[in-house]
Nanobody, 125 residues
Framework: QVQLRESGGGSVQAGGSLRLSCTAS??????MGWFRQALGREREFVAS???????????LYGDSVKGRFTISRDDAQNTVYLEMNNLKPEDTAVYYC?????????????????WGTGTQVTVSS
C-alpha cells in the first residue's frame, strides 16, 4: 500500500512563500501531483510532474498558480516538492499530494490512485 505524507504547510502573509514536501513509500516511478481544496469548493488541480526517465519530468500547472508555483521531484529521496511564491489569500486551502498509476503528468484527479491526507496552507491579507 502506497503512503503519501505531506509537510510544510502553515500560515503566511500575502506575498510570502512556502515549500510543501510529499514523501512517498514504495516505487518512485510514477507521475505525481498536487491538488488543493478550499472550504466549500471543489478539489482543484495545482501541479503535476512526470517521471524523469519517462519524458524528462514534464510539468503541468493550473492556470491560477502558473508563474508562482514550481513543482519538482527528488527521486533519490522519494519526495516531491511544491515551491509556492507570491502567495495570495485565494491560495488558502488544504493541499494534497497524489500519485498516479502511470508515469506521465496529468491534471485530472481521477488519474491519481493514491492520496495523502493533506496539509493546510493559510494566507492572510
Amino acid at each position: 500500500q502506497v503512503q503519501l505524507r505531506e509537510s510544510g504547510g502553515g500560515s503566511v502573509q500575502a506575498g510570502g512563500s512556502l515549500r510543501l514536501s510529499c514523501t512517498a513509500s514504495g516505487s518512485r516511478d510514477y507521475g505525481m501531483g498536487w491538488f488543493r481544496q478550499a472550504l466549500g469548493r471543489e478539489r482543484e488541480f495545482v501541479a503535476s510532474i512526470a517521471v524523469i526517465k519517462w519524458d524528462g519530468g514534464s510539468k503541468l500547472y493550473g492556470d491560477s498558480v502558473k508563474g508562482r508555483f514550481t513543482i519538482s521531484r527528488d527521486d533519490a529521496q522519494n519526495t516531491v516538492y511544491l515551491e509556492m511564491n507570491n502567495l495570495k489569500p485565494e491560495d488558502t486551502a488544504v493541499y494534497y499530494c497524489a500519485q498516479r498509476g502511470g508515469q506521465a503528468s496529468r491534471s485530472r484527479a481521477s488519474e491519481y490512485a493514491y492520496w495523502g491526507t493533506g496539509t493546510q496552507v493559510t494566507v492572510s491579507s
